[in-house]
């Protein structure tokens, strides 16, 4: 089934290590997203990437990194993780950067202690 | 400053009534979906709807965009509809920011 995976499901890290949280879709989408979502609240935007080559800053991109080398993946990078970095991860992915519908993956939760 | 407010924050219906959801906005918008976060977690696309009308099963939505309002109808509400619903848009000086309302939290009661 075409979509987005993310990985990992959950994961208890503790502070101070680095972490990659890991995100693939299928739909050949050129535009891809990573939100974060804390308890009770909707999404952030933290960083975005257009097309496979460039990323930019969203809302709260601090402590956060992205790359994205091809147009499948899109992984994000916690190098020293914090525990105000606890919360729900969500990747996304629309066709195009402007007017185009967003589709999101199951969430990534991360606990850091 | 740009918002995304919503209405009610919550709700409890018995099975079978119906319900309508409101997202207000601040400013023109280039996109506006409504999202379904059931109780897994999972964020599960309901419409996407900058403007107009549309209807899916017993869901619809409608948006004004003039008016800076949308809609979400649900009707003959079942226990799956239970979870959040999110209204989240793209503000027309905002790139491809989604950004997200607070969420109206559902529940109906068998």
């Given at each position: 089934i075409a979509g987005i995976t993310q990985a990992p499901t959950s994961q208890i890290l503790a502070a101070g290590r680095r972490m990659t949280l890991r995100c693939t879709q299928?739909?050949?989408?050129?535009a891809m997203y990573w939100y974060r979502q804390d308890l009770g609240l909707g999404l952030r935007l933290i960083h975005y990437s257009n097309t496979a080559g460039t990323t930019g800053k969203g809302e709260v991109p601090d402590g956060y990194s992205v790359s994205r080398a091809n147009t499948d993946d899109f992984p994000l990078t916690l190098a020293s993780a914090v525990p105000s970095q606890t919360s729900v991860y969500f990747c996304a992915s629309s066709?195009?950067?402007?007017?185009t519908e967003a589709f999101f993956g199951q969430g990534t939760r991360l606990t850091v202690v | 400053g740009i918002q995304v407010e919503q209405s009610p924050p919550d709700l409890i219906l018995q099975e079978g009534a119906n319900s309508t959801l409101r997202c207000n906005f601040s400013d023109s918008v280039n996109n506006l979906q409504w999202f379904h976060q059931n109780p897994w977690g999972q964020l599960i696309n309901l419409f996407y709807i900058p403007s107009g009308t549309k209807q899916n099963g017993r869901l619809s939505a409608t948006t004004v965009a003039t008016e800076r309002y949308s809609l979400l109808y649900i009707s003959s509400?079942?226990?799956?509809?239970?979870g959040v619903y999110f209204c989240a848009v793209v503000f027309g000086?905002?790139?491809?920011m989604l950004t997200f309302g607070g969420g109206t939290r559902l529940m109906v009661k068998p």
């Amino acid at each position: 089934i075409a979509g987005i995976t993310q990985a990992p499901t959950s994961q208890i890290l503790a502070a101070g290590r680095r972490m990659t949280l890991r995100c693939t879709q299928d739909m050949r989408h050129n535009a891809m997203y990573w939100y974060r979502q804390d308890l009770g609240l909707g999404l952030r935007l933290i960083h975005y990437s257009n097309t496979a080559g460039t990323t930019g800053k969203g809302e709260v991109p601090d402590g956060y990194s992205v790359s994205r080398a091809n147009t499948d993946d899109f992984p994000l990078t916690l190098a020293s993780a914090v525990p105000s970095q606890t919360s729900v991860y969500f990747c996304a992915s629309s066709r195009d950067a402007r007017n185009t519908e967003a589709f999101f993956g199951q969430g990534t939760r991360l606990t850091v202690v | 400053g740009i918002q995304v407010e919503q209405s009610p924050p919550d709700l409890i219906l018995q099975e079978g009534a119906n319900s309508t959801l409101r997202c207000n906005f601040s400013d023109s918008v280039n996109n506006l979906q409504w999202f379904h976060q059931n109780p897994w977690g999972q964020l599960i696309n309901l419409f996407y709807i900058p403007s107009g009308t549309k209807q899916n099963g017993r869901l619809s939505a409608t948006t004004v965009a003039t008016e800076r309002y949308s809609l979400l109808y649900i009707s003959s509400s079942q226990t799956t509809d239970s979870g959040v619903y999110f209204c989240a848009v793209v503000f027309g000086n905002a790139g491809n920011m989604l950004t997200f309302g607070g969420g109206t939290r559902l529940m109906v009661k068998p």
